[in-house]
């Protein structure tokens, strides 16, 4: 228990000296910033200058902020990129220096070095397009763009792409993870839905890929950032004419043991694809459910009857727009707390696995006054048979895996290691009862969920993993992508 508090104290006295060594911009800074057309920004907190202060939010410290607060790191500098030359000349700095860097999109990930660094941050921010092809069947997306941001473009024009189910997270991290949509029963996963990626390779090539290029397509449907930037893609578009019906409720604890049910005989019997439902189960200070509903259509239906007779405590569910639904999923309330991610898959939904996910919820809030615990939650996510969908992709899923995704939310630093330990070790039991129930999908942990240390296996499976490591060694021998943080395939 005392080493990795030691290991601590040692980054972070590691992190001061690199703070004040920057008072001095680096020299590699000065390099990217001489062959960009973007802007380079530095730490205020290292200036004398009086123009900045706390109370108003400068571009550096917005383009290094995180939804979780503990995946956030202080850069040496941040790279505010353009567009996809500024990338490439960046990269190439980046690679020749072997400099570690980061690059975020909205920065929803869980996992601290994944899109953030203490080398060269490069934000995505300014590449913010969404333009909709003239026959609209296809939208070209900048990857600085959230899918709320998207979602809000959309609005009106009657169609719509798949992208995350709540307010915030990022067109570059859900789409390269695969994405779950609430389109997914219907099409399948974000990445099955892309006509093409702009990608910047490892080397400083600004390429598109789609289907002429297999292993680089197949590679970015879920690779996330190991081989390469992608700085925009085109999406097929899907209809969305008019309002949808769907938001979220809050059900008290004494509902639970019905409504894990009800979310069964849900996962059973429902077989309209329009209707897609997540159940929440809370542990920590927002104990019983959350559930979120769906429907592609205007009004209730007969799918969403095993939900009904349940009194809500708090409900947004109404007849709205698809971008009023998303803006209104409340994550926002939870900026800022620190927190992790852990998933574990299967392959259909049993009681017996529903029941340990409770008392995963009831264990674990025993520990959380001690601890600065704030939210344990686990989203049971009841899909249909969206596998038939499933394009050649890294992230396996032509056999619909089920992910469970495990969040908790922390305030205090000095509980990091207690809660990441927890969540580990109760991500693990549940693979051990999803085991022995026989509905444990190896080899198909959604990378958009996984903790940090899943190995490529883990994420991809034997086969995927052993093609996307011969795919790193073809287009990136050097190495680059490595001194970014991310999964180790
Ligand atoms: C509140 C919330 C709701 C969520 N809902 C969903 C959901 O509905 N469906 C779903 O599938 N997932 C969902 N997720 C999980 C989500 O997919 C991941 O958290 C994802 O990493 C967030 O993407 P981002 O762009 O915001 O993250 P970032 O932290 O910006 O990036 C995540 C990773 O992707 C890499 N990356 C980002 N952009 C690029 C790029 N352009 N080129 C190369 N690499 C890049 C980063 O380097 C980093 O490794 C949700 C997460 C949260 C916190
Ligand atoms: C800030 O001011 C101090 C004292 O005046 C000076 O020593 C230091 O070099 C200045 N730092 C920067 C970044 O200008
Ligand atoms: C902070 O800086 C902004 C812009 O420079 C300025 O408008 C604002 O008044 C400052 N606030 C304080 C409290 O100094
Ligand atoms: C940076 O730009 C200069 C000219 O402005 C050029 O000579 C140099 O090759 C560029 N460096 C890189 C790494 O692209
Ligand atoms: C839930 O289902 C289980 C059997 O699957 C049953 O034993 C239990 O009584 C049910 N609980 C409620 C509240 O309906
Ligand atoms: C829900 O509320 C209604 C109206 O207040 C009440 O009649 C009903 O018994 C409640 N149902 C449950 C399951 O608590
Ligand atoms: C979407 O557009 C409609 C008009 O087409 C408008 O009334 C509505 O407010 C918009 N929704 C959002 C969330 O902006
Ligand atoms: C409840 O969870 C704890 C922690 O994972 C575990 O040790 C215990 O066996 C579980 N109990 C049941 C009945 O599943
Ligand atoms: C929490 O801390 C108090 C005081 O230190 C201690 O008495 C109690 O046993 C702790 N509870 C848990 C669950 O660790």
């Known amino acids: 228990m005392h080493l990795p508090i030691i290991l601590l104290l040692i980054a972070s006295v590691s992190a001061g000296l690199l703070f004040r060594r920057q008072a001095v911009p680096d020299p590699i800074c000065l390099q990217i910033a001489g062959n960009i057309t973007g802007n380079v920004y530095y730490n205020p907190a290292d200036s004398n200058s009086t123009s900045s202060n706390n109370t108003t939010p400068n571009p550096f410290t917005l383009a290094i902020s995180h939804w979780m607060s503990s995946s956030s790191q202080t850069p040496l500098c941040v790279v505010e990129v353009n567009d996809a030359n500024d990338v490439s000349a960046a990269i190439k700095i ?18 601290p070095g994944f899109s953030s660094t203490t ?8 590449i913010k397009q969404v333009i909709l092809s003239e026959d609209k069947s296809a939208v070209e997306i900048g990857l600085g763009n959230s899918f709320t941001e998207v979602y809000q473009a959309l609005n009106g024009s009657g169609v719509n792409v798949l992208g995350a189910r709540a307010d915030g997270p990022g067109t570059g991290g859900v789409t390269l993870s695969g994405g779950y949509s609430w389109y997914t029963n219907q099409y399948g996963l974000g990445c099955d839905t892309v006509v093409s990626y702009e990608l910047v390779l490892p080397c ?3 390429t598109t890929i789609d289907t002429s290029q297999p292993d680089l397509f197949f590679a970015l449907k879920g690779g996330l950032n190991r081989f390469g930037i992608v700085t925009k893609i085109v999406f097929k578009t899907i209809p969305q004419p008019g309002h949808i019906y769907g938001g979220l409720q809050f059900f008290d604890p004494a509902t639970v043991p019905a409504l894990i049910n009800a979310t069964e005989a849900f996962h059973l019997k429902s077989q309209d694809p329009k209707a897609s439902v ?22 209730r239906p007969a799918d969403f009857d095993v939900f009904n007779g349940f009194n809500a405590t708090f409900s947004t569910l109404a007849t709205q727009d698809f971008s009023a639904m998303i803006s209104g999923s409340l994550t926002s309330l939870q900026t800022g707390n620190r927190g992790s991610f852990a998933s574990v898959s299967t392959t259909t939904l049993t009681h017996t696995l529903l029941a340990a996910v409770v008392n995963e919820t009831n264990y674990w809030t025993q520990f959380t006054a001690n601890r600065s615990g704030s939210l344990l939650q686990y989203d049971v996510e009841p899909f249909h048979a969206y596998g038939k969908f499933a394009t050649d992709s890294a992230y396996p899923h032509s056999d619909s895996p089920l992910p469970l995704n495990i969040y908790y939310a922390w305030t205090d630093e000095k509980d990091d290691a ?9 991500c693990a039991h549940l693979i051990e009862v999803a085991r022995a129930e026989g509905i444990l999908t ?27 490591r011969e795919i790193q060694k ?7 992508m490595l001194l970014a943080g991310g999964f180790t395939i």
């Not at 080398?119 to 300014?126: A, F, P, T, W, Y």
């Not at 929440?280 to 009004?299: C, H, K, Q, R």
């Not at 198909?444 to 899943?454: D, L």
């Open 94 to 111: 980046i690679g020749s220096t072997k400099t570690p860097f980061a690059v975020k999109s909205a920065g929803y990930n869980s996992n």
């Open 119 to 126: 080398g060269v941050h490069i934000s995505l921010e300014k």
């Open 204 to 206: 400083g090539d600004v």
């Open 278 to 299: 997540v159940l929440t189960l809370g542990g920590g200070i927002l104990p019983g459910a959350i559930l979120l509903s769906f429907y592609d259509g205007e009004t």
């Open 418 to 426: 207690f809660w990441n330990d927890a969540i580990q070790q109760s």
């Open 442 to 468: 190896e080899g198909s942990v959604y990378p958009g969920y996984a903790y940090g240390t899943t190995t490529g296996d883990q994420l991809y499976g034997k086969e995927n993993a052993a093609r996307l």
């Open 474 to 480: 073809d287009y990136d021998p050097e190495g680059v």
